[in-house]
């Protein structure tokens, strides 16, 4: 097989990888050269209780196949522990894997603090404990990759998931302004939705279904994403079953109104078919694409 994607002198943390997704990114990271810290609390889907042997396993068999990795069990929302476990073990870190994760489904209508708090806590905080850690590493060696995991529940919605779902579009914002601020510093962010068959699923996906979308078939784009080899920056991409897609914003052409002369709610009603007119969309790259519609309009009318 061809590996020309190395990672001999990296460092990489991937957290959550006592299991599931996180698990065959840490065994890829390292089939790949990678020296990999292998993060994981080790609770349940539900995010209670710890146990070392999940993160250990791992480390195992890594070691087992002839990598190098390094176990550590501190939860993500005490991420610097888990960037300084990294630097005493190698004395470097080059990539960040955001990858653990917990769900406590509910409908909004039954959604208490507790369950908004802690999904909150483990996907938001959790990744922004560790990768506000480990930035100034990246940043002053002019060299980071970090990739973050979002959701399909959070790009298009699930029943009973408001926490997660606003939990994981939230990463999705995190990744847009840390990929503009490390552009400059080679460190590349990106974020993605999976989809694979880990004790998340279980239950939710057909048993057929479920033992064909294997953790492995989301790893090879998270490892590429973290390579040399990749310039991507402020990507979202889709990732399951071996398929991978790119995820982008797409925006109406619009209506625009006179500012001067003021508008109506009807004036909005009477315009929304245009409003919502898909026909020759555009796709905004960033702040300054994104306001050029509304900026002609005030030009058209008053500038
Ligand atoms: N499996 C899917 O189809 C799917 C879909 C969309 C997103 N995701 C996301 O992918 C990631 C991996 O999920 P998975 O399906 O492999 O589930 P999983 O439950 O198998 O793996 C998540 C891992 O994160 C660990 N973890 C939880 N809280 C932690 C904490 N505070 N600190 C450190 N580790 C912690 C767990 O112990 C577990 O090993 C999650 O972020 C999940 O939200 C998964």
């Keep these: 097989m061809n590996e020309s994607v190395r990672f001999e002198d990296k460092v990489v943390i991937v957290t959550g990888a006592g299991g599931g997704l996180g698990r065959?990114?840490?065994?890829?990271?390292?089939?790949?050269?990678?020296?990999?810290?292998?993060?994981?609390?080790?609770?349940?889907?539900?995010?209670?209780?710890a146990n070392a042997s999940a993160a250990d396993r791992v480390v195992a068999e890594i070691r087992?196949?002839?990598?190098?990795?390094v176990?550590?069990?501190?939860?993500?929302?005490?991420g610097e522990k888990i960037v300084q476990h990294a630097l005493d073990a190698f004395g470097r870190l080059d990539v960040v894997v955001?990858?653990?994760?917990?769900?406590?489904?509910?409908?909004?209508?039954?959604?208490?603090?507790?369950?908004?708090?802690?999904?909150?806590?483990?996907?938001?905080?959790?990744?922004?404990?560790?990768?506000?850690?480990?930035?100034?590493?990246?940043?002053?060696?002019?060299?980071?990759?970090?990739?973050?995991?979002?959701?399909?529940?959070?790009?298009?919605g699930n029943f009973g998931q408001s926490n997660y779902g606003m939990a994981k579009l939230g990463l999705y914002g995190l990744t847009r302004t840390l990929?503009?601020?490390?552009?400059?510093h080679n460190v590349?962010?990106?974020?993605i939705a999976p989809t694979g068959g880990t004790r998340m699923t279980e239950?939710?996906?057909?048993?057929?279904?479920?033992?064909?979308?294997?953790?492995?078939?989301?790893?090879?784009?998270?490892?590429?994403?973290?390579?040399?080899?990749?310039?991507?920056?402020s990507?979202?991409?889709?990732?399951?079953?071996?398929?991978?897609?790119?995820?982008?914003?797409?925006?109406?052409?619009g209506a625009g109104f006179d500012p001067r002369a003021g508008f109506s709610p009807e004036d909005v009603a009477a315009h929304w078919q245009q409003i919502c007119d898909f026909e020759g969309a555009t796709h905004p790259k960033d702040n300054i694409e994104a306001l050029k519609e509304m900026m002609g309009n005030l030009q058209r009318y008053v500038l």
């Excluded at 890829?28 to 209780?49: I, K, P, T, Y």
């Design 203 to 233: 239950g939710l996906i057909p048993p057929q279904v479920f033992e064909q979308l294997k953790p492995e078939l989301v790893s090879p784009l998270v490892v590429y994403l973290a390579s040399e080899h990749c310039q991507e920056t």
């Design 64 to 69: 087992e196949a002839g990598g190098t990795a």
């Design 24 to 49: 065959a990114h840490a065994l890829l990271f390292a089939r790949h050269g990678a020296r990999v810290v292998v993060n994981d609390l080790g609770g349940s889907a539900q995010g209670e209780g």
């Design 71 to 78: 176990a550590n069990h501190d939860s993500v929302t005490e």
């Design 98 to 156: 955001n990858n653990a994760g917990i769900l406590r489904d509910k409908t909004f209508h039954k959604m208490d603090d507790s369950d908004w708090d802690l999904v909150y806590r483990v996907h938001v905080e959790g990744a922004y404990k560790v990768t506000r850690a480990a930035w100034p590493h990246l940043r002053e060696q002019n060299y980071g990759r970090v990739i973050f995991t979002a959701s399909t529940s959070g790009i298009y």
């Design 179 to 184: 990929a503009i601020e490390g552009r400059k």
């Design 235 to 253: 990507g979202l991409f889709e990732v399951g079953g071996g398929w991978i897609g790119k995820v982008r914003w797409e925006r109406s052409l």
């Design 188 to 191: 590349l962010v990106n974020a």
